[in-house]
């Protein structure tokens, strides 16, 4: 955990994911190492939610019911530009390029080391 940059700390991560169990388990890391979170079940709830203007980086997954990560990437992108990170049980290569290509900061595969995730954060935050 000391990895991370203790400026950063102060960032809003926002989590989404439609597993419950991921969501809690990421947040509870997340507050841990000491940064605020949002959780959102579906990329609609984010999307609308009044704390978007605040959020400093997005985890997102690439397969949710509704809306899935990457469309929430292009909606983004086009709107709110801010770093993104997509932690995922996919392990589609073109799915991977796809969302890199559009500017995802990492593409993560479940499950993700503490180490990776805190590598991801830093790359994100850094800019």
Known sequence: MSALK???????????????????ALESL????????????SARDFLDSPQLPN????????SMPGMDGLEVQRH?????PIPIIFI???RDVKTREQAVRAGAIS??????????LIG????ALSG
Do not use: M, W, Y
């Not at 203790?6 to 809690?24: G, P, W």
């Not at 997340?30 to 079940?41: E, R, S, V, Y």
């Not at 959020?55 to 690439?62: K, M």
């Open 6 to 24: 203790r400026k950063n700390n102060q960032a809003l991560i926002a989590i989404v994911d439609d597993d419950q169990s991921f969501r809690e």
């Open 107 to 116: 593409f993560l595969n479940k499950p993700v080391s503490e180490e990776t």
């Open 76 to 80: 983004l992108v086009a709107t709110r």
């Open 30 to 41: 997340l507050k841990l190492i000491g940064f605020h979170t949002a959780i959102f079940a």
């Open 55 to 62: 959020v400093s980086c997005a985890i997102l997954d690439v």
């Open 88 to 90: 995922t049980d996919l």
């Open 120 to 123: 991801a954060l830093n790359s």
